[in-house]
């Protein structure tokens, strides 16, 4: 385990991650702890829209919490909820999901357990 620090003002957002409508600001989480977790910013990616595909990760641990704006999940066996600021949600192992809509200004955390996890689509 590495020690670890931040800045929002050194942070660079990139278009390399799982979703296509959405951009990524690694925290250097997944470095820091060997791959044992890791931790992004994501926000809205300007002119583009939710897919709404089912799917479901291989994990232990995935965590959302929204720091701005809002978005709308459907979790099968839960209905569809609305996330805004300081909505946090544990999406247990396996819980099959997708993101209806959001915000263009929607700004999230997500923290992963383990580092390297396996998104299957459901579709």
């Not at 020690?3 to 989480?29: C, M, P, S, W």
């Not at 291989?58 to 209905?79: D, I, M, N, S």
């Not at 909820?81 to 192992?93: D, K, M, N």
């Not at 999901?97 to 998104?119: A, Q, W, Y």
Request: one cysteine or more; glycine letters at 10%.
């Amino acid at each position: 385990m590495q020690f670890n620090v931040q800045h929002a003002k050194d942070g660079v957002f990139t278009y390399d991650g799982l979703r296509k409508y959405f951009e990524y600001r690694d925290l250097g989480i997944l470095k820091a702890t060997g791959g044992k977790a890791v931790m992004h910013v994501i926000r809205a990616r300007e002119g583009t829209t939710a897919t709404g595909d089912w799917h479901h990760h291989t994990l232990e641990l995935q965590l959302v919490y929204v720091l701005k704006g809002w978005a709308v999940f459907e979790y099968e066996g839960h209905g569809v909820h609305r996330l805004e600021a300081g909505t946090c949600v544990h999406q247990p192992p396996g819980i099959r999901h997708r993101e209806l809509e959001h915000s263009s200004d929607l700004e999230l955390i997500e923290i992963v357990l383990p580092g390297d996890f396996e998104t299957v689509s459901d579709e």
